[in-house]
């Protein structure tokens, strides 16, 4: 079935996100940053949950992804338990620097995504545009601790640049990709794609966030 690979990419982001969270928790990170977590986990687990009941009706008894949707709300529960008896802390980073973490864990998942589309001109580019987008967080990071924030204002713009160029090879690469060849890299080339998008309304929404 061509939607089965794309279901298999959304677990796996799913998993991704829950690894993220339970970093999250285990360092002690307040509940805002928890809870945006959780918000993009919930968005993805609706992706799946839809594109999986369009191919259930074909299935033999088809497994259930409900219980995932149940988990995710007691989740939220918890969190929403810990904020008010006092477990959880409310403050903690900017919105700014929760941005910049989910900016970070799109990166990675698209390292992944990339490395199994050996082959293609794009794959080095690509690459070598994840390292700077990467670089560009450290070091935002790094100027949010100073006086000012036109260090960082600089740094999101830069940022946007690397984004734009970042897009224009996912592009080309997808179109690639959208030959007769195999279901598993047409899914991670439209993966990829969807993280990019991801990132650039991040990327917006850093830069928003710091003037």
Known sequence: MPDVPAIQADGRDLKN????????????????V???????????????????NSVAGRV???PRLSPVGESLNRV?????????????VAAGPTRVSQDLALLGGEL??????ISVLNGYRE????????????????????SLTQPTALDARRLAVGM???????????????????????PTLRAQANDLALRVSRMGQLVDDVESQLY
């Open 160 to 182: 946007q640049g690397v984004l734009g160029r970042m897009q224009t090879d996912v592009n080309s690469l997808n179109q690639q990709v959208g030959g007769p060849l195999t």
């Open 17 to 32: 996100r829950v690894l993220l969270l339970r970093q999250q928790a285990g360092t002690g990170q307040p509940a805002p």
């Open 123 to 142: 794959q080095q580019s690509i690459n070598l545009y994840i390292d700077q987008l990467a670089g560009y967080i450290q070091q935002i990071n790094t």
């Open 108 to 113: 990675t998942a698209a390292k992944s995504d």
């Open 76 to 88: 939220e529960q918890l969190i929403n338990q810990g904020l008010s008896g006092g477990t959880l």
């Open 34 to 52: 928890l809870k945006q977590t959780l918000s993009s986990m919930i968005g993805e687990y609706q992706d799946a949950f839809n594109r999986w």
């Open 60 to 62: 033999v008894n088809p």
